[in-house]
């Protein structure tokens, strides 16, 4: 049977329909389990009906046309339950309803299997025998097998409207599809399907016949894409600061490193041909971001592939492709690059939607800066039947419609037209003062280090970095920086906000996390040798860090040093002393120069516990809020199966960072809070309430923040946060909130519209 099930689920993967698919199912399966009538309902829970959609043993005129209740029936008990029902005389089951207009029989023998995607039921799988039968466990697990299958091309043809034209509707939908908030706005286009001009991934070994040409070949190739890049980068110099351009940069940078170029060199010198030794090569370097944790590092894999892809092309001496850009585009892709963001015209770029990645990745990132909505992370998006269809995306909460209907699309115009006069309103904020109603004063810092986030508007509106990731001076190098580069990077940072306080984060790297110098392979990365871990175990690393970051503040006294991924005193004692030496030697070298501002970052669940402790032997803590909010709650929120758990206003972080403020305040220390939770309208007010008054974020929320801040009282913030703590599921803490943002005029924040 395991053969058969095989055959099966080939023949439905490859069907051209969904029409085409569920015909297969039921002619396959009726002779697999040897039954006399095979069936598959399809679920329509806005209808509230169970449709007869495809049916091999009852009357053919039946499908689409019989529609039972979701409340009635064995088909509806499936559903209500979302489990399976085995019944060998099914007509004396008290849910048991006859449906004449199917030519139904007296059948007895009856097992139905749910069709789930996502915890949602998408219809019911139905085998009936005319004898009394009561199948077996490897039968229905054969069918549950089938109905796994079947649940990926429903959704798939929800996506693309065919559903609906199979319920004899108008292939115009209003159901959208789910993913990632990537970028918040609102965009209406058509459809530009981003797709890799070059497939890397099949490319073969193969003997190298003449290595010196295949050689000149390759350097040929990736001259000609540094090339590119440079064009790129140079379109976008009116769109994006240099910070932003700085990836292209970085792209140029490993093209000219010895670790992509001269590796594949040596790859071809020991007999593989050029397209070969690049494909060995590109996945090695991809294979090191793919098993990072932290999600943005972790994308820049597709970053690398992207690279392989191109210099392919040339190697190929592929001609470039001619693309027509609609007036209104919206890039769509199964894993969009950041060049290929780049290749479209500033002004014609409306929107992105990609199947994969997050709103940490560098295409949203980028997408923030240049002002597009954007939705990450879109799994069920069929792409291939995409390119030039009508398209909206909500990029606040994440939702894509796909050739909507006209209702729809007038609708979010309008509301796209509200964006706009929003947008002028916050503007507006700039240079007004963050505080409360009742004039208490707010500390708005900014999250930077990464590419594209230290814009124009975070330089201006700031009060300075309150989380500075140091992190990629090290990660477009081959090798560690050097004391000075190093140096030379925190002062720009450093000399940028001057008089505004800087924090640097000393590095977060390790386990899952590796340089590609300084490889590190463990079975359980998430809780392995990382942060604050590998520094202390690398002295020699910490302290030309430590060095680096003293030498940057000379004559400029406004660095903050944190440590990153505290999980007790000890690090924390040894990290100061490590500080110390630092600071003695530097001042035995004559160099005049303040001690800065320590602090630590809370985001293991056991330094929540000793935040006093802590808190005592620093001048301040930091929460880093989305590893905190990971840990607490034990779920990946990269993780598409279980990234709906992940939520920072969960009862149980809510009750954590009470403990932290309490812990801090017994010794009279700043806690500020850092990650997406320091950006949430929903969460501010709650944070105020519990006597945060300092937060860092990314430059796209400063003025949003601010726009909360200055709609709120204080003592309205501790009542909220009473309130909030006697909620005992996360959904009751967002209702709670938003109906109070909604009160104060603040729902443009969370949604399309004013």
Same mark, same amino acid.
């Given at each position: 049977?395991?053969?058969? $099930? ?21 002619? &396959? ?13 399809? +679920? ?62 007296? /059948?007895?023998? /009856? ?10 039921? $998408? ?5 009936? &025998? !005319?004898?009394?039968?009561? /199948? ?95 064009? #790129? ?6 769109? $994006? ?112 939607? !990609? ?32 390119? %030039? ?17 006209? !209702? ?28 409360? #109603? ?7 810092? $900014? ?38 580069? &190093? ?8 000399? +940028? ?31 392995? =040798? ?14 030309? &860090?430590?060095?680096?970051? #003293? ?16 999980? %007790? ?24 120069? +303040? ?16 935040? =006093? ?49 309490? %812990? ?26 519990? %006597?945060?008054?300092? /937060?860092?974020? !990314? ?7 601010? =726009? ?12 909220? #946060? ?33």
């Amino acid at each position: 049977m395991l053969e058969l $099930l095989h055959k099966i689920v080939q023949q439905v993967n490859s069907a051209p329909d969904l029409k085409s698919a569920l015909r297969i199912i039921v002619n &396959q399966v009726k002779l697999a389990v040897q039954v006399d009538v095979c069936s598959v309902y399809l +679920t329509d829970h806005e209808r509230a009906v169970n449709t007869l959609e495809a049916t091999d043993g009852l009357n053919d005129n039946a499908a689409g046309k019989v529609a039972i209740p979701l409340e009635k029936g064995l088909v509806g008990l499936v559903c209500r339950q979302a489990e399976p029902l085995n019944l060998d005389d099914a007509p004396t089951h008290p849910d048991y309803i006859f449906a004449r207009e199917t030519g139904e029989q007296a /059948f007895h023998g /009856f097992l139905g299997v749910p069709i789930i995607q996502n915890r949602t039921v $998408l219809g019911v799988l139905v085998v009936r &025998q !005319s004898e009394p039968r009561r /199948f077996k466990d490897a039968e229905v697990s054969f069918l549950f097998t089938l109905a796994a299958q079947l649940a990926g091309a429903i959704v798939t043809a929800n996506a693309n409207g065919e559903l609906e034209a199979l319920r004899n509707q108008s292939s115009a939908t209003t159901h959208y599809l789910r993913g990632r908030p990537g970028a918040g706005g609102v965009a209406l286009g058509n459809i530009l399907v981003a797709y890799p001009e070059a497939d890397l991934s099949v490319v073969p070994d193969r003997p190298a016949e003449h290595p010196d040409f295949e050689e000149d070949s390759l350097l040929v190739a990736v001259e000609a894409v540094k090339e590119d890049l440079g064009n #790129l980068k140079d379109r976008l110099a009116d769109s $994006l600061p240099a910070e932003d351009r700085a990836l292209f940069d970085a792209l140029i940078l490993m093209l000219g490193s010895d670790a992509l170029v001269n590796h594949t060199i040596q790859r071809i010198r020991d007999g593989n041909w050029a397209a070969g030794a690049l494909r060995q090569t590109i996945e090695e370097h991809a294979k090191i971001f793919d098993e990072m944790d932290d999600v943005v590092l972790r994308e820049r894999a597709s970053d690398v592939r992207d690279l392989g892809r191109r210099i392919l092309t040339y190697l190929n001496q592929d001609i470039a492709r001619v693309v027509q850009y609609p007036e209104r585009t919206i890039l769509v892709g199964e894993d969009v690059s950041a060049m290929q963001l780049a290749e479209i015209p500033p002004q014609r770029l409306a929107g992105i939607v !990609s199947a994969t990645g997050s709103s940490s990745s560098h295409v949203a990132i980028l997408a923030r800066a240049l002002g597009v909505p954007a939705v990450m992370g879109v799994n069920t998006l069929p792409v291939g039947r995409l390119d %030039g269809r009508d398209i909206i995306i909500d990029g606040y909460r994440g939702r894509v419609y796909i050739s909507p209907a006209r !209702s729809v699309w007038k609708e979010y115009s309008r509301l796209q037209r509200q964006e706009q006069q929003l947008s002028s309103e916050l503007d507006t904020l700039r240079d007004t003062p963050s505080e409360t #109603l009742d004039k208490v004063a707010v500390t708005l810092n $900014l999250n930077t280090g990464l590419v594209a986030e230290m814009t124009t508007l975070g330089k201006e509106v700031a009060d300075g970095v309150g989380l500075y990731r140091t992190e990629l001076p090290f990660m477009v190098r081959d090798r560690f920086p050097s004391e000075t580069e &190093q140096m030379e990077n925190y002062r720009g940072a450093l000399q +940028t906000f001057h008089p505004r306080p800087v924090t640097l984060r000393t590095l977060d790297i390790g386990g899952d996390k590796p340089l590609s110098y300084f490889p590190v392979t463990e079975s359980n990365p998430f809780l392995g =040798w990382r942060g604050i871990r590998i520094s202390l175990d690398h002295p020699e690393i910490f302290s030309t &860090q430590l060095r680096a970051m #003293l030498r940057a503040s000379e004559g400029l006294a406004n660095l903050r040093v944190m440590f990153p991924m505290i999980s %007790g005193v000890a690090e924390v004692e040894e990290s100061l002393k490590l500080l110390e030496r630092a600071y003695q030697t530097l001042e035995g070298e004559g160099l005049s120069i +303040t001690w800065p501002e320590v602090g630590v970052m809370i985001e293991v669940p056991s330094a929540v516990y000793q935040t =006093w402790e802590i808190a005592r032997r620093v001048d301040f803590i930091s929460v880093g809020t989305n590893d905190l909010t990971q840990y607490l709650l034990a779920v990946d929120r990269n993780n598409a199966k279980v990234g709906d758990l992940y939520n920072d206003l969960h009862p149980a972080l809510l009750k954590a960072l009470v403990q932290v403020m309490e %812990g801090a305040d017994r010794c009279g220390r700043e806690v500020s809070i850092c990650g997406e939770m320091a950006g949430n309208p929903l969460a501010i007010p709650l944070l105020l309430g519990m %006597g945060v008054r300092n /937060f860092s974020m !990314s430059s796209t929320s400063l003025l949003r923040v601010k =726009w909360v801040v200055r709609s709120v009282t204080s003592t309205r913030c501790k009542h909220l #946060l009473q309130a909030a703590l006697r909620c005992e599921e996360v959904e009751s803490v967002q209702r709670l909130m938003g109906e109070e943002l909604e009160k104060l005029g603040l729902g443009g924040l969370l949604r399309p519209g004013k």
